[in-house]
């Protein structure tokens, strides 16, 4: 008989681990709190191992990719009003692939559906965990149906945590989210704009950050730009209080650029919008007996670090893989799955102190030696062109 996995959340995480699941010849159910898909939403940047990862689950053909031609051009409006040349996060090394997150999301829905390579994995709306008891033989769930109020307990053989950074199956089973919630005293702020800023064109990316803020329009093909406003602050509980666009006001108050402006009005105008506070997640171990966690609710790399969505990927690729190469053997699987993704892992929480100062300097010094390290960055970018056109000019 085929082993059960329950796979708590409909996320990245939640739909590519369900995946991997079923290619190790699992039988996966997914159950979601949310009454719906989450659709649309924020700029996110797929880097190679994401997208290597979604080939692995079969989903590669279905990701729709909006990047502008030669990642479209970036600006910075520095301090004094001026724009000079920037660098989009399109630029950096490894071509990220422009999305935003439901093209992801609709990839894998795809993949979990009729389109699959595989039959179709269920799924249960409206529906939590509440109690998880690991017997050691098998992992018994006590599921709410939010929509109804019903209650029925099933037994699994595997439970799949990919319920995000607040993840209540990582709380019920491994602690409170003191332990494991690393607090960063800051917001963000990511929503969609009606249109492109005013006189740019409609892929520019265009960035204006100064110390303790930062606003950041990401440019598409095809689609109106995404926008990110984070903010550093010395008390986030206060920042759940009030109006989040009063908030965001007050914060942004002395930056009267024409970019900062436009993000606070079409923020008044959407519905659709996330705000919430910066954290990591960090665990000495991701799984307990029966127990897995992956994506956010297991090692949150948090917007700085941009790799969120890649390892969501990967990680749920690989733990179907890891379960395929070792049959009969649950703990075996989960030691290697572990020890191959956390060095990745911890690099990436380490490297995302460094890229929160390009997003948002923590103060006037580093505010400059940002604008100087873009800079030289343009510079070298510059060259490299410049270099290519000449020896393709050359070649044609
Ligand atoms: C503004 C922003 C920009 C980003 N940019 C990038 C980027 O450029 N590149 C990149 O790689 N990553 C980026 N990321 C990170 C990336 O989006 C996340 O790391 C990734 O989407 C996490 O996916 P997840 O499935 O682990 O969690 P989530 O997306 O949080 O999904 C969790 C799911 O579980 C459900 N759930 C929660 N609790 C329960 C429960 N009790 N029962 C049932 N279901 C539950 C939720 O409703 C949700 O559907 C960005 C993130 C943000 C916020």
């Known amino acids: ?30 159950v979601e709190k949310a009454p719906d898909r989450r659709r649309g939403g924020y700029f996110v940047g797929l880097m190679p191992e994401g997208r290597q990862a979604a080939a692995d689950l079969g989903i590669r053909d279905h990701l729709h990719t909006r990047n502008p031609p030669g990642g479209g051009k970036a600006w910075s409006l520095n301090r004094h009003g001026n724009l000079e040349p920037g660098l989009g996060f399109l630029h950096q090394p490894g071509d990220p692939a422009a999305v935003v997150r439901g093209d992801i999301e609709a990839a894998l829905w795809e993949g979990i ?9 269920p799924v249960r709306f409206a529906t939590r965990p509440v109690e998880i008891d690991d017997s050691g033989a098998d992992v018994r769930v006590l599921l709410e149906d939010t929509a109804t109020g019903a209650w029925r307990r099933e037994s699994f053989d595997l439970v799949v945590g990919a319920d995000g950074m607040r993840s209540h199956v990582r709380r019920m089973v491994f602690g409170p989210h003191e332990n494991h919630l690393t607090g960063w005293n800051a ?23 100064r110390a303790g803020r930062g606003a950041w329009v990401f440019g598409f093909a095809d689609r109106p730009p995404t926008a ?9 509980e206060a920042e759940f209080t009030g109006s989040r666009i009063e908030r965001l006001r ?41 127990v897995v966690l992956v994506g956010d609710a297991a090692w949150c790399l948090n917007l700085y670090s941009g790799m969120g969505a890649t390892f969501a990927l990967r990680g749920g690729a690989d733990l179907g893989r890891e379960l395929r190469d070792h049959p009969g053997d649950l703990a075996a699987a989960l030691t290697a799955w572990e020890s191959r993704l956390r ?9 995302a102190r460094v890229k929160q100062q390009l997003f948002v300097p923590s103060n006037r010094p580093a505010e400059a030696v940002r604008s100087v390290v873009v800079r030289l960055a343009c510079t070298v970018r510059e060259r490299k062109l410049a270099r290519t056109r000449t020896t393709e000019e050359r070649a044609a």
């Open 113 to 121: 559906g009729a389109h699959g390579a595989g039959e179709p994995i």
């Open 250 to 290: 007050t914060a942004f108050s002395d930056m009267d650029d024409p970019v900062v402006r436009h993000a606070l009005d079409s923020l008044e105008e959407t519905p659709d919008f996330l705000f919430d506070s910066v954290h990591q997640v960090k665990m000495p171990r991701w799984s307990r007996g029966r």
């Open 343 to 351: 060095p990745a892992i911890v690099r990436h929480q380490h490297l």
């Open 187 to 209: 917001m963000i702020c990511a929503f969609q704009l009606r249109e492109q800023v005013p006189s740019f064109q409609e892929a520019d990316s265009i960035i204006s950050a």
């Open 228 to 236: 990110l406003l984070t903010y550093r602050t010395e008390d986030v």
């Open 1 to 30: 008989m085929r082993k059960r996995a329950l796979v708590v959340g409909l996320g990245i995480a939640g739909m590519a681990a369900a995946i991997g699941l079923r290619q190790a010849g699992w039988q996966p159910v997914i």
